[in-house]
């Protein structure tokens, strides 16, 4: 059987953000479809995992850069590691803002 970060080593994580807000340009959005419900999967020109999106950052990203995720592409976010609670318990989480000045080249694979 494979290991857990061979599994999930290709998805962004809060800890990939070494504790700091980091800007990205969306590369490619495509929808995920999962057994409870579809999530958005972003490509990120300055990294190689794959940025999956929940709602609330689907929201945060359709109310910045507009509803037609085909003119995403090529436009700048900042994300942000931080946590959330879920069931008395205390998760990181990355969480979707407006552009910054400071963007990455990239981040450590």
């Given at each position: 059987?494979?290991?857990?970060?061979?599994?999930?080593?290709?998805?962004?994580?809060?800890?990939?953000?070494?504790?700091?807000?980091?800007?990205?340009?969306?590369?490619?959005?495509?929808?995920?479809?999962?057994?409870?419900?579809?999530?958005?999967?972003?490509?990120?020109?300055?990294?190689?995992?794959?940025?999956?999106?929940?709602?609330?950052?689907?929201?945060?990203?359709?109310?910045?850069?507009?509803?037609?995720?085909?003119?995403?592409?090529?436009?700048?976010?900042?994300?942000?590691?931080?946590?959330t609670r879920f069931s008395g318990r205390v998760y990181p989480t990355i969480y979707v803002k407006?552009?910054?000045?400071?963007?990455v080249t990239s981040i450590e694979e």
């Amino acid at each position: 059987m494979s290991s857990y970060s061979n599994v999930f080593g290709k998805y962004l994580k809060a800890k990939d953000l070494n504790g700091k807000a980091a800007g990205f340009t969306i590369k490619k959005v495509e929808e995920v479809e999962f057994d409870d419900g579809k999530i958005l999967s972003l490509e990120l020109e300055e990294t190689k995992k794959i940025f999956l999106c929940n709602r609330t950052n689907g929201d945060a990203l359709a109310a910045l850069l507009g509803d037609e995720m085909d003119s995403w592409s090529g436009k700048r976010i900042t994300l942000i590691p931080g946590e959330t609670r879920f069931s008395g318990r205390v998760y990181p989480t990355i969480y979707v803002k407006a552009p910054k000045n400071a963007f990455v080249t990239s981040i450590e694979e």
